[in-house]
């Protein structure tokens, strides 16, 4: 009707619940719906459920983040008891629930204290967590243009079982370049050594240099395999 406020969302601070729609509201949360009600000024008129569905790659890239050493956090706006189902069906170590866009930021502070942290992400509230972690992943066929300019890392394809793969590119992406800066430091050393003791002449030397660089560059296309 006209000049009539409707509302959709959370129930107002301090605002209860008769039994009856709290019982169907714990057995809604249970099944892993997030619980929406709609109210006409203070009067509710409906509850609206809405569930979550786990990717079908979610759980099999959680274990495979496992099996590297990566302890996975999930960051949601979800209600406490929603969160902790999709948390266990997807096999997460830890589950942080109710979050704003500022509380997200905040844990993502806390749990750099133990380390480096990868935030993986594709929404607007998304967007402020990403860009304090040590490294932000956006998921770009579903990621939203400010999750996309604001992460670090945009997997093209909208498929998480790549997040893993891009750590372990990663990885062996520092082992190769931490390689490959130690030959032709090592190839270096060498040549300036066999230079003052006389041991090395100039075309020999140049050839040595060359040589390292044609290693170097073939070491780092060891990476397209």
Do not use: C, W
């Amino acid at each position: 009707m006209e000049d009539q406020e409707y509302r959709i969302g959370k129930l107002d601070k301090g605002q209860k619940l008769p039994e009856e729609e709290m019982k169907v509201v714990k057995d809604l949360e249970k099944q892993g719906s997030t619980v929406i009600f709609v109210q006409v000024g203070k009067e509710r008129i409906g509850i609206l459920a809405v569930q979550d569905t786990l990717r079908p790659q979610a759980k099999e890239s959680v274990k495979k983040l496992k099996k590297m050493g990566i302890k996975v956090v999930m960051l949601t706006g979800d209600s406490s008891s929603t969160a902790q189902i999709i948390g266990e069906q997807a096999g997460v170590d830890q589950v942080y629930s109710d979050l704003l866009p500022e509380h997200k930021v905040d844990i993502i502070k806390k749990l750099e204290e133990y380390g480096k942290v990868a935030m993986v992400g594709d929404g607007v509230n998304d967007a402020p967590a990403l860009a304090v972690s040590s490294v932000g992943i956006a998921m770009g066929a579903a990621g939203t243009d400010v999750a996309l300019e604001t992460a670090n890392v945009v997997l093209m394809a909208d498929d998480i079982s790549k997040v893993s793969y891009a750590i372990a590119l990663g990885r062996r992406t520092t082992r190769v370049v931490k390689q490959n800066i130690t030959f032709a430091v090592g190839v270096m050393l060498l040549l300036v050594l066999s230079n003052f003791f006389g041991n090395i002449n100039l075309p020999l030397g140049v050839v040595g240099h060359e040589g390292s660089t044609i290693i170097v560059i073939i070491s780092g296309l060891r990476l397209l395999r």
